[in-house]
């Protein structure tokens, strides 16, 4: 994570991503560097708009909360149900009580 976090870094910074950057970042932060890890990352984001991609990582999150909506429905009706079981049982109950004593 250290190594998106130092390109992050770099471009909030209006820096261009090089491998020699993401090094110093890395370096200065107290992370022992993996040149194979620093190529794989220039290369992996050559060409990628970051802007567009945190804009696209970002949309999903919204719409996280929107779903926990319908979860919290489904639990009230499970409630719902058990309370109308509950009073079945009880008005059963109290039927077979009453037959005892006539």
Not at 26 to 32: F, K, R, Y
């Amino acid at each position: 994570m250290e190594y998106i976090y130092a390109a992050l870094l770099l471009h909030s910074a209006g820096k261009e991503i090089t491998e020699d950057a993401i090094k110093a970042v890395l370096s200065a932060a107290g992370v022992e560097v993996d040149d194979a890890r620093v190529k794989a990352l220039v290369a992996g984001l050559e060409g990628v708009d970051i802007e567009e991609a945190i804009a696209n990582a970002a949309m999903p999150v919204a719409a996280a909360p929107a779903a926990a909506a319908p979860a919290a429905a489904a639990e009230e009706k499970k409630e719902e149900e058990k309370k109308e079981e509950k009073k079945e049982e009880d008005t059963a109950a109290v039927a077979g009580l009453a037959a005892l004593f006539g």
